[in-house]
């Protein structure tokens, strides 16, 4: 054991990217493009990179096509800042939409399969809050790839990425930055299948770690989600931002949680409750079932609550009905086959003669590593950390403030996964230096710590007695009481896990020690979303807090939560954007302090 | 109403230190909807923390979670007890570890090893037709997208190799002819000689006896034998029907 714990070799590369998903790979590939021969490594913590998250994106990605006559991207930029309850930036909201179509058509030249129409170009198709005229009719502005649009992305991101000849650490994990004084210089990692450490030096380091969505018991998210990437970024004493805005999608597949598409209600699910009734009309009367996502999981949490439901006995969940059965069979066998398949394969039910049954399911961190429009991350508002980048569902830049849209996450992705490949070709001609003393320490010790622990618990039980409190008290419907419970759960938990033995003391592909390792990024990540949230006392887009169900204007801010050691935390306040309400342009009083109804 | 079944879970163990192989019974209850990933969860949870396994997205979607289950390729995330007793007919399931890689540890290949089949295919646009002059975009009509589209939606969850009869070492296997055979039909791929070219070569097509296993095993439900059989047909030439 004492000789696992060194660095067993250094890796020297122009640029590190911590995470192979759709952002990462994006980026890649236009690091490429500007620069061939630059010496990337991806390294992912999943066996491949095509086995990432990025591949269960299903709708689609919003973009206005040029040659469409009545969408204008002024609409989409307005549905975005509506949609985040006015907490997005809106210097981050002009530049993905103004380069939205750009990056679509990038993906289709490099041979993603979109669906086409009639006519040969991409189909496309509308999701919720996505509308014409500033909310006056629903646009069609989604291209997609059946439902597949995810899997798309990361096949041609990694294919590019591969094509330029980027190096793969598959099945490995970062586990400290490496800093020469302020500047980031790589980072160490843990090789999974080999058990061993090796240090990455490199000119610019980027995360692209994805979501946490293994915070919560039911969730559409992978696996691997556990936060690592924030846990990283708290665990070097740098701050989150918004921790406590996290996306709930309204149906999620009863049992596994698995996401069924918004695009069952765009092409004309329906959702019931327990006496047949069509809900979505008490609570969002124009838009009903294509209301914004928060909007929708809450109506089916309160018919849940107020008796509504129905119970499925086999995972002992409540949940309400898609009803999908009227809908043709073209529909179903074309439109959305494979999330009909998920009904069909996860729960054993034909959507076309049966009764679907969903709830609502974690789906995405609006939070993130906080950075400004290049993606470069930020100690506070006014510094950045040089040579240190974030992008994708780990970065908040923020494009969706406390509430994104459908089709705006892979949006995200693929521009953000350009720009800041553009600005990491700035840091292409910095030296790398020598390997600093000490660096690895931190991460030895916490090793060490992992193994050396004898007490008798089980890391898959914390894990699910963590997700189990989080569910209940911080997720569709949050109090004072609720999230203060929770903090003294959480440092329970963390107890426990301290003393949580890890059965097996060989190094190689010892799962048991990595889910102990991520046990400890998801206890810090949940502790911290827990006290934003407590300390935001209003409800603003997916935060709501029952005790303060209303948005307040001074609150109108981002957080930013650091945590010096578990259960400290510390909150710091960054502005919003309002440049493009400020400019004074045409259409510029949409971009005020709006309400958010639909 | 909820079912519970006794089922036994005899799993084939691989230790890298020891570099022992050895089968170990698991002996659980397990719910009727339970998936077999819940059920490798539950074995670490209740039984055994050590147990090493692979899964990532868990909506069949990634490909990471295949194993051999009584001898058949297929994907742990859906497969549900109740399904998987009515399908192999007893409550005793062998697990194993595909054969397409090495063995990491117990269920956990080294899919950067499997994987290296299908890089040699190029899974990308080699060179990139001229798209119509004054267009930004390629237009490519449903009727056309429609003859390959199914080959696109491989997850290379390597199923397909493992249940392929051909036994020649150096067979790229069917899922690495898929990623070639697509961006042959693709009508934004140039590369069409060097595509042809390893597609007939020695590690090629002609290796495969059309057992057509790889249809039947294949999670996604695609016809990958069809894209096989096309090429042996030789249909991708030049002047060939495409």
Redesign the interface.
């Known amino acids: 054991m004492g000789n696992t714990l060194q660095i067993g070799s250094t890796i020297y590369c122009d640029v590190l990217i911590i995470g192979a998903g759709g952002a990462g790979l994006r980026c890649a590939a236009e690091i490429f493009e500007r620069k061939p021969a630059t010496r990337i490594v991806a390294l992912t913590k999943?066996?491949?990179p095509?086995?990432?998250?990025t591949?269960?994106a299903q709708g689609g990605m919003a973009a206005v096509d040029p040659r469409d006559p009545i969408d204008k991207p002024i609409y989409h930029m307005f549905d975005t800042w509506k949609g985040s309850d006015c907490t997005a930036d809106q210097n981050i909201i002009k530049k993905i939409v103004d380069a939205s179509w750009g990056q679509i058509?990038w993906l289709?030249?490099?041979?993603m399969?979109f669906?086409?129409?009639?006519?040969?170009?991409?189909s496309k198709r509308t999701f919720g809050g996505m509308t014409l005229n500033f909310g006056e009719s629903s646009a069609r502005r989604a291209v997609f790839?059946?439902d597949?649009t995810g899997?798309?992305i990361m096949?041609?991101v990694?294919?590019?990425a591969?094509?330029g000849g980027i190096s793969?650490l598959?099945?490995s994990i970062a586990t400290e930055l490496i800093f020469n004084g302020r500047r980031c210089v790589g980072a160490i990692a843990f090789r999974e299948?080999a058990g061993d450490f090796v240090a990455i030096l490199s000119k610019a380091a980027l995360f692209a770690t994805g979501g946490n969505g293994q915070v919560f018991r039911i969730t559409t998210n992978?696996?691997?989600n556990t936060g690592d990437g924030l846990a990283l970024i708290l665990q070097e004493g740098l701050p989150i931002m918004d921790p406590e805005a996290i996306q709930f999608h309204p149906t999620g597949i009863v049992?596994?949680g698995?996401?069924a598409s918004e695009t069952l209600r765009s092409v004309g699910g329906i959702l019931r409750n327990k006496d047949m009734v069509r809900f979505m009309e008490r609570y969002a009367p124009k838009m009903k079932e294509l209301a914004p996502r928060d909007l929708v999981s809450r109506a089916i949490e309160t018919e849940i609550r107020e008796g509504r439901g129905i119970l499925n006995?086999?995972?002992?969940i409540q949940h309400v009905w898609i009803d999908l059965r009227h809908l043709p069979d073209y529909v179903h066998d074309e439109q959305i086959p494979?999330v009909t398949g998920?009904f069909r394969?996860?729960?054993?039910i034909d959507p076309k003669k049966e009764l679907c049954p969903v709830r609502p399911s974690n789906h995405y961190q609006m939070a993130g590593i906080p950075t400004n429009e290049f993606g470069e991350v930020q100690k506070d508002p006014q510094q950045i950390i040089p040579g240190l980048f974030a992008i994708g569902e780990c970065a908040c830049a923020s494009f969706h403030g406390f509430n994104r849209l459908g089709s705006n996450s892979i949006l995200e992705l693929i521009t953000m996964g350009k720009f800041v490949g553009e600005r990491v070709v700035d840091y292409l001609g910095e030296d790398l230096g020598e390997l600093p003393a000490g660096a690895g320490e931190k991460t030895f010790s916490q090793f060490s710590r992992f193994m050396e622990a004898k007490g008798k618990d089980?890391?898959?039980?914390i894990r699910?007695a963590m997700q189990g409190v989080m569910t209940e008290k911080v997720s569709i419907f949050r109090t004072e009481d609720g999230l203060t419970d929770t903090i003294e759960a959480l440092k329970e938990l963390k107890d426990r896990a301290d003393r949580a033995p890890?059965?097996?003391r060989?190094w190689?592909?010892?799962?048991?020690l990595v889910h102990r390792w991520e046990l400890d990024n998801l206890l810090t990540v949940s502790m911290v979303i827990a006290q934003a949230a407590l300390e935001r006392r209003e409800s603003r887009g997916a935060h709501f807090r029952e005790d303060f169900p209303e948005r307040k204007d001074e609150f109108n801010y981002h957080t930013l939560a650091s945590m010096s050691e578990f259960g400290q935390v510390s909150l710091g306040k960054r502005p919003i954007d309002m440049s493009l309400f400020e400019a004074k342009g045409e259409h510029y009083d949409r971009f005020g302090l709006i309400e958010r109804k639909y | 109403m909820s079912r519970v079944y006794r089922i036994t879970l005899k799993v084939k163990r691989y230790d890298p230190d020891t570099k022992r192989t050895w089968v170990q019974d698991y002996e659980l209850e397990a719910g009727r909807i339970l998936r077999f990933t819940d059920v490798f969860r539950k074995i670490n949870n209740e039984l055994d923390p050590t147990l090493a396994w692979s899964s990532s997205c868990e909506h069949a979607q990634c490909g990471s979670c295949a194993v051999k289950v009584n001898g058949k390729p297929l994907l742990t995330c859906e497969l549900l007890v109740e399904n998987a007793i009515e399908h192999f007919g007893g409550t005793t399931f062998t697990i194993e570890p595909l054969t397409t890689a090495p063995v990491v540890r117990d269920l956990v290949v080294d899919f950067d090893k499997a994987y290296e089949r299908v890089n040699k295919a190029k899974p990308y646009i080699i060179d990139p037709s001229p798209k119509p002059a004054g267009e930004s975009e390629y237009r490519i009509s449903p009727r056309e997208l429609e003859r390959y589209v199914e080959a696109t939606r491989c997850i290379n969850c390597f199923c397909c190799a493992e249940a392929c009869i051909s036994s020649h070492r150096n067979f790229l296997g069917p899922n690495a002819l898929m990623a070639s055979i697509v961006r042959l039909m693709d009508p934004r791929e140039q590369a069409r000689e060097e595509r042809l070219e390893l597609l007939y070569s020695e590690q090629g097509v002609y290796r495969c006896h059309t057992s057509m296993a790889c249809s039947f095993v294949c999670p996604k439900e695609i016809d990958v034998a069809h894209f096989i059989a096309l090429a042996k047909a030789d249909r991708f030439r030049s002047g060939a029907e495409k």
Do not use: Y
């Open positions: 999943v066996s491949h095509q086995k990432s998250h591949v269960t058509t289709e030249n490099h041979g399969h669906s086409r129409d009639e006519n040969g170009r991409l790839e059946a597949r899997k798309g096949d041609t990694w294919g590019e591969m094509k793969f598959n099945q299948k992978c696996q691997q049992g596994p698995i996401l006995p086999d995972h002992n494979e998920f394969k996860f729960v054993a089980n890391i898959g039980h699910e890890v059965s097996s060989s190689a592909m010892n799962q048991e």
